[in-house]
């Protein structure tokens, strides 16, 4: 009965801020389209009813079996850019207005992370990531309403947001349709218990949290890439273009990225040859050498989200190395720390958040891993 209040509190809280998601543009409607697609925090999901209560299953061994984490990085020059969307077609609000940045030359990881990688970091120093622990009330309840009761121990036991395909859907609001708290998944155990990535070794790693992905670059001495410094190196030495490939639509010629085709999502018809997660670098690399900038699975950037970062930059200077704002700042999840994630993923469709467009961007819960969302690394240029 505790647990059936909090969830309809949660809900009936996501549900009111989705209506009252202003509704009067087109960048505003997609951007309400855009937090019903992709968009989730544990927050609303960690008490539904729908949580999978089988139990946790044992841990794969898989650690030890690769080595290293060996990975091939490109170098991407220094430049000025206009960072942000140059037309209203597909954008979002978020991604206005253009404003110059000058971003030095750096190191970036030619792929994103994989499971073999990170298995290699685990292996070494026993890591947990965030997915694997259970989950600290204290922290919790500062990002629920006020007054909201500790739940029983068995709902904060450690999990992750699994996307659930589905034929059917009574809208697009509720995302707890295809999103779905799932005790027991995590990096190892991406669909929940049971599963497992053996078989996925060249997969990129996924279940990943901001603080996950940061404690592996220290330990590569790498450290993650700014949203400027990705930004500029998706568009791969191409200007003002839309995708890391050009201005050619993701619909059209070869495919050129792992997203959804079809009808999200309800109907995948794999024209791209993926229905969910590829193996890296499947598809052509961008003029910089950098696979899958564009969909797969979202990258974890080092930047807070703060909705009105580019509109309140001065669009009369150029940014240097801008390392986004002091904190976070999210009205539609206010107490839930975000960080700026970028690229797209598997999930993508050009009828929700195009997000494999360079400068498509989103919050994401900085304690929230998810089946979408991975990271690479990036390291700077010995002075
Ligand atoms: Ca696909
Ligand atoms: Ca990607």
Request: hydrophobic content about 30%; some cysteine.
């Amino acid at each position: 009965m505790l647990k059936q209040n909090i969830r309809i509190i949660l809900f009936t809280l996501l549900i009111s801020a989705c209506s009252e998601a202003p509704q009067n543009s087109e960048a505003s409607s997609n951007e309400h389209c855009q937090k019903a697609c992709c968009e989730n925090s544990r927050n609303q999901h960690l008490l539904d009813e729908s949580l999978n209560e089988s139990s946790i299953t044992g841990i794969d061994s898989l650690h030890c079996l690769y080595s290293d984490s060996t990975m091939k990085m490109v170098y991407i020059p220094e430049g000025k850019y206009m960072m942000g969307a140059s037309s209203p077609e597909m954008a979002l609000k978020r991604e206005f207005p253009q404003h110059q940045v000058k971003v030095n030359a750096f190191f970036m990881d030619i792929h994103e992370v994989t499971n073999a990688q990170f298995s290699a970091f685990v292996a070494a120093t026993g890591y947990k990531t965030i997915a694997e622990q259970e989950i600290d009330w204290d922290v919790l309840k500062k990002q629920l309403p006020e007054h909201t009761p500790k739940p029983g121990s068995d709902v904060l036991q450690p999990g992750s947001m699994v996307f659930i395909p589905t034929r059917e859907i009574y809208d697009l609001i509720d995302i707890s349709q295809w999103w779905r708290w799932t005790k027991g998944a995590d990096w190892q155990h991406p669909e929940g218990p049971g599963s497992s990535i053996r078989g996925k070794e060249e997969e990129p790693v996924v279940h990943i949290c901001y603080h996950d992905a940061l404690a592996y670059a220290k330990w590569c001495n790498k450290r993650l890439p700014t949203e400027a410094e990705w930004e500029w190196a998706a568009r791969g030495g191409l200007k003002n273009k839309i995708y890391p490939w050009g201005n050619l639509s993701v619909e059209k010629g070869a495919p050129k990225c792992n997203y959804w085709t079809g009808v999200f999502p309800t109907h995948n018809t794999k024209e791209d040859g993926y229905e969910g997660i590829a193996p890296i670098m499947q598809y052509e690399a961008n003029g910089y050498g950098l696979f899958d900038m564009a969909g797969n699975v979202w990258e974890i950037c080092s930047d807070w989200y703060d909705e009105n970062y580019y509109s309140a930059s001065n669009k009369d200077k150029t940014l240097d190395n801008p390392k986004g704002p002091q904190t976070w700042n999210y009205s539609l999840e206010p107490n839930d720390p975000k960080r700026v994630v970028r690229g797209g993923s598997f999930l993508c469709n050009d009828s929700y958040c195009s997000s494999y467009r360079v400068s498509a961007r989103m919050p994401n819960s900085q304690d929230t891993g998810m089946s979408h969302t991975g990271f690479r690394c990036v390291k700077d240029i010995a002075p």
